[in-house]
């Protein structure tokens, strides 16, 4: 037997109901996680939403990183410049925190969106 | 019961499919494009941090983003001002040297950049950024007469190039130059070269406030780049929609030492030796041409906004720019208004004044 027209019916509503239940399904931007990397090395990944505070010693110096309402910024840093407490509160895709001396990068990743409901691919900063 | 078959598959197929779909979003929730591979390098180099994306077949894109980091390795190599190796390094150690033709070529880019913006970008100004302690985060406000004997050494025109025998040489003993203004411009523009000759056509980089995007995204919309707002994370100054642009901002807000209650910033007015103060906050230059855009944030930003709009009607077809001053308003020029978008009131800069 053939390609029936109720088949290719089926196909469509399959499809059609797929992408109904796909639009439901999604995951949601709940604010984003967190991943801090050393050294361009993965030291950890976190989530926005939750509050936490994370103390990273290292030969270079001290960082400590505080998470809470959805927004991660650099609390303490030994660094001599200190430009990485002056970058204050991220919490948009894309925005990162660099503390060039001890190579630690705090980035602002999963689906952020901004005012227009559209993520950003980059920020310059 | 032929029906009851084909509500029971469209079910189960309904939740299959949506579960296919589902799997195709990545751990952070992005759908990932099937034809196209991402590949992305994260390193520290020339002082910043940078980050290096390309979109293509999975070997191409990996090929490209591992060129693209040597060529940023080489290129430090080459400008660095403090690996004694380097050729800049040389230079300024002796006042004189050879330069190859990459370091050639900059030099001769940064002069003619020079004579543009009329001084108001200078890669002279090296020894002052020494002395306000700058190079070195030994921050300390140098003392009248110091300043203005470093102003004395700080002169583009006191440069002299011998093009065609690779050949550079200073007038005035303790001159020094650091090509730092545009070398990580002139990066991000040699990446998009590369990734060019390594057959991809979607990619981005973003090296430390110089950003720059080869054609579109993957899925071929606009790439959508956040402008940072000096006062901090949350806000943004707005969001510009770009496809084979550099975008550059220069502020003060982040790199600045405060002494006895004055605060003291990074970018220093020629002119003057001190940190400028042109009642600009942030200066970001939008241009195809990435090392210009480089090289011109930071004289806008010396130049502040009423000089630095007189310039951009000379220079219309070059770059196009957005302001933020310190009272708090926001200026975009026409080339780009249809392509920006923010939250705050902005006012246009139009052609005619
Ligand atoms: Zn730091």
Known sequence: MGIKKKDVLLAGSLLLAACLLFFVLRPKGDGGQIRITVDGKLYGTYALSGEEKIRIEQESGVNVIHIRD???????????????????????????????????????????????????????Q | MKKDFYVIALVCGTILAACFFCGCFGKEGELLVLEDSEASLEFFAMDTYMRVVAYGREDQANAAVSAAREEIYRLEKLLSTELETSEIYQVNAHGKGELSTDALSLLQRAVQLSEMTEGAF?????????????????????????????????????????????????EADGMQIDLGGIAKGYAAARIMDIYREKGIANGLVSLGGNVQVLGTKPDGNLWRIGLQHPDGGKEYLGVLQAMDLAVVTSGGYERYFEQDGERYHHILDPSTGYPAESGLL????????????????????????????????????????????????????????????????????????
């Open chain 1, 70 to 124: 959805g927004a991660v910024w650099m609390e303490e840093a030994d660094c001599p410049d200190g430009y990485c407490i002056r970058q204050g509160k991220m919490e948009r895709r894309g925005q990162a925190i660099i503390c060039l001396p001890h190579k630690l990068v705090v980035e602002v990743i999963g689906q952020e969106e901004n005012e227009n409901g559209e993520a950003l691919d980059v920020v310059v």
């Open chain 2, 282 to 353: 942030s200066a970001t230059v939008v241009s195809a041409d990435g090392t210009l855009a480089d090289g011109l944030s930071t004289a806008i930003f010396v130049m502040g906004k009423e000089r630095a709009v007189a310039f951009w009607r000379e220079h219309i077809a070059e770059f196009d720019m957005i302001l933020y001053t310190q009272e708090e308003e926001l200026y975009v020029t026409q080339g780009i208004v249809g392509d920006f978008s923010s939250s705050l009131l902005f006012e246009i800069i139009s052609e005619e004044p």
């Open chain 2, 122 to 170: 200078d890669f002279t100004v090296y020894p002052l950024m020494r002395a306000w302690g700058f190079m070195d985060g030994q921050y300390r406000v140098p003392s009248p007469s110091e300043i203005l004997g470093l102003l004395g050494k700080t002169k583009v025109s006191g440069v002299l190039v011998d093009e065609e025998q690779g050949y550079v040489e200073f």
